[in-house]
């Protein structure tokens, strides 16, 4: 048995990981145009020592496929902690995570292009208070301690990553929005205005 929640993490690091790569490549190009050499070879080390550590992460995904994983041995039933819920959600319970987009990128560009995740969700929180529902103040079946909304928010700024809206270089625990993101956002605010 294979937990089906590690390989998932792994696709997405994978994925941050080419994000950053590409990152690199477009720098280092930048760099080349204007014969500014030592930075691009510092770019170019920095993209190596990236490439090296996605290697690493892909034999471990893969390392980890293969590994037969012991099912858990039951625990005493006086220890058991008692969840809200443990059967994954029926489709259609919870709010869809692209309804998280536009939230997400406004709350950006309100607090100036970029926030600590915390911050970013709870705007984002105020801005959805009329669409959360009971099931996305949940807890996710994997992990009783978050909440399944921040959950879905999280895994909708990946989409907004992988559109190009916001950054994949961002420091950790910080989002940013781009300027595709910025021009989204205003797009998205005239077609509602429109309406």
């Given amino acids: ?7 998932p993490a792994f696709d997405m690091l994978l994925e941050e990981l080419d994000a950053i790569v590409t990152h690199f490549n477009q720098q280092g190009a930048q760099l080349m ?6 930075q691009a070879r510092e770019v170019i080390a920095k993209a190596e020592a990236v490439l090296a ?38 489709q259609g319970l919870r709010t869809p995570n692209e309804a998280f987009h536009l939230p997400i990128t ?23 208070k009329d669409q ?5 103040y949940q807890t996710i079946p994997s992990d009783p301690y978050v909440i399944r909304w921040r959950n879905n928010a999280q895994w909708a700024r990946l989409k907004l990553v992988q559109e190009g809206y916001l950054a994949s270089n961002s420091p950790r ?3 940013e929005i781009t300027e595709s993101g910025r021009a989204w956002v205003e797009a998205q605010s005239q077609a509602g205005s429109a309406l």
Avoid at 33 to 38: E, F, G, V, W
Avoid at 110 to 121: A, I, Y
């Fill in 53 to 90: 550590l996605q290697a690493k992460v892909k034999a471990l995904q893969e390392e980890w496929v293969h590994i037969a994983v012991q099912p858990t041995p039951k625990t005493p039933k006086k220890t058991l902690v008692k969840r809200t819920m443990t059967k994954p959600l029926k």
């Fill in 173 to 175: 625990g910080v989002w």
């Fill in 1 to 7: 048995m294979v937990d089906r929640n590690i390989i």
């Fill in 33 to 38: 145009q204007t014969k500014d050499y030592a």
């Fill in 132 to 136: 959360l529902n009971t099931y996305d």
């Fill in 106 to 128: 406004q709350a950006l560009v309100q607090l100036g292009g970029s926030g600590r995740v915390s911050e970013v969700l709870d705007l984002v929180e105020g801005m959805m």
